[in-house]
């Protein structure tokens, strides 16, 4: 099972974009073929924001990209708004991740809006 | 509109089971997977498993085999996580989410509201 880790925390003022990483460190396997990213704030429940690596469900703002290099993907939230503070988790997807029930999410990031 | 409707809080003694549903509407319930993720309180999502409306099929992350339980009743479109000798680190909110599969891969799209499990003596 792959471990993601994310930077603990990342900050930035309203209006500046900021990135979160989420880097595969098993063995150093780097086969996760994609990821999606959700978003949650205090005592909700996750939302999908990007899924694919780089797709954005319907609904969701063209503030959130997502693209993916290696064994390290990264979460880009352009133009901060203070709605954005909240904990971002990346999950990898391997194609058999369901199937041997490998799949996993990072570590998490809480973002803060300054 | 999809929804995951949850069972609410419980609070249980350690060694006594308990049993979390998610109910689903908006959706025919047997052509999406249900995926259940954990919470502890203050810590990040883990990801248990997943079932397989279709076949009734359970598959469990390391860590979660044994006391965890994934289940179903397709009649009233219900999904169940069962956990059984319950101890103090079982504490936690506990999601379901739908199981959504795209031409490349498989996430959780839609959840639940979460239902926190409380292990207190």
């Known amino acids: 099972q792959s471990a993601l880790t994310q930077p603990a925390s990342v900050s930035g003022s309203p209006g500046q974009s900021i990135t979160i990483s989420c880097t595969e460190t098993n063995s150093g396997v780097g086969d996760y073929n994609y990821v999606s990213w959700y978003q949650q704030h205090p005592g909700k429940a996750p939302k999908l924001i990007i899924y694919d690596v780089s797709n954005r469900p319907s609904g969701v703002s063209n503030r959130f990209s997502g693209s993916k290099s290696g064994n390290t993907a990264s979460l880009t939230i352009s133009g901060l708004q203070a709605d954005d503070e909240a904990d971002y988790y990346c999950?990898?997807?391997?194609?058999?991740?369901?199937?041997?029930?490998?799949?996993?999410f990072g570590t998490g990031t809480k973002v803060t809006v300054l | 509109q999809v929804q995951l409707a949850q069972s609410g809080s419980e609070l249980k003694k350690p060694g006594a089971s308990v049993k979390v549903s998610c109910k689903a509407s908006g959706y025919t319930f047997t052509t999406y997977g249900i995926s259940w993720v954990r919470q502890a309180p203050g810590q990040g999502l883990e990801w248990m498993g997943w079932?397989?409306?279709?076949?009734?099929?359970?598959t469990y992350a390391q860590g979660f085999t044994g006391r965890f339980v994934f289940s179903l009743d397709t009649s009233v479109s219900t999904a169940y996580l069962q956990i059984s000798s319950l101890k103090a680190e079982d504490t936690a909110v506990y999601y379901c989410?739908?199981?959504?599969?795209?031409?490349?891969?498989?996430?959780?799209?839609?959840w639940g509201q979460g239902t926190l499990v409380t292990v207190s003596s």
């Open positions: 999950n990898s997807y391997t194609s058999n991740s369901y199937t041997r029930g490998t799949t996993s």
């Open positions: 989410a739908r199981v959504e599969c795209s031409t490349s891969s498989c996430y959780p799209h839609y």
């Open positions: 079932i397989n409306t279709n076949t009734g099929n359970p």
